[in-house]
């Protein structure tokens, strides 16, 4: 289906370069989030105070530790993950030191028993729609535990793409270029007609341009600017328009990096 957006076509395509056909995606911090209202209790009763009042803040630099990690360091495993994010939180909200290593096994308890990560933002699912409605084929890849395909149908999500690859299932992991050409395979697509959204750049954007993928970024807070070889967008929720932008400039991808701007 295509649909007129004023003077620009909505379509999964692009008239300048290699068009873009399908989109992969990763899952958490692009497409579900910690819900807050889980992990806030924890805080509080661990003795932070502030929790409540500074959580939103201590997230938003935790996700930022991950999104400006660079060097060998970054390898996108659960154990790096779980260490860089919820210590940078941990920390910021002020949970005393002797408490630390057992409020993250509480979280880490917490999430092997029911999914943290259950939060989807407004404009998610509408996107999504959308997107399909542009004729993209759709998919997700996924650094995950095994158990992320489950969540998504939880969620109302997996019902919005053609599949789910769970690299614990699959037994490789992003950045390897591999994981990445499942995805396009899995599409029908040639590599260089895909594109892969994520949210972290040494994990998912070299990783997929290694494998021969578009790579878009997910940059929420405008603060990944010194990486100005990849566009970026601030949400799933603007990817859409990004598209239908990217159309009606007849640009393959490389642009500016301005987040909603392309």
Not at 171 to 191: Q, T
Request: glycine residues 12%.
């Amino acid at each position: 289906m295509e649909k007129v957006l004023g003077a620009t076509r909505s379509r999964c395509s692009s008239d300048g370069g290699a068009p873009i056909r399908g989109i992969l995606l990763d899952a958490g911090n692009t497409l579900v989030f910690v819900d807050s209202r889980r992990v806030v209790p924890v805080l509080l009763a661990a003795g932070a105070d502030a929790a409540e009042a500074l959580y939103h803040e201590a997230e938003r630099d935790a996700r930022l530790v991950l999104s400006l990690a660079r060097g060998q360091g970054v390898t996108g495993h659960e154990d790096q993950f779980w260490r860089d994010y919820f210590g940078t939180i941990l920390r910021r909200v002020g949970v005393p030191d002797a408490r630390k290593a057992q409020v993250s096994e509480t979280l880490r308890r917490m999430h092997l028993e029911d999914h943290l990560w259950t939060h989807v933002q407004e404009g998610t699912v509408d996107a999504l729609v959308r997107l399909r409605e542009m004729q993209c084929r759709l998919g997700v890849v996924s650094n995950a535990d095994g158990r992320v395909e489950a969540l998504l149908h939880r969620l109302g999500l997996a019902e919005l793409v053609d599949f789910v690859i769970d690299s614990h299932v699959v037994g490789v992991s992003k950045p390897d270029p591999s994981i990445f050409r499942m995805g396009s395979d899995r599409l029908g697509l040639e590599p260089e007609e895909c594109l892969y959204v994520g949210d972290l750049y040494e994990i998912d954007v070299l990783g997929a341009r290694a494998a021969g993928l578009q790579p878009l970024l997910l940059d929420p807070f405008g603060r990944l600017a010194q990486w100005d070889d990849v566009e970026r967008i601030a949400s799933v929720a603007e990817l859409p328009e990004w598209l239908a932008s990217r159309v009606s400039r007849g640009r393959p991808g490389q642009g500016d990096g301005t987040p909603g701007g392309g």
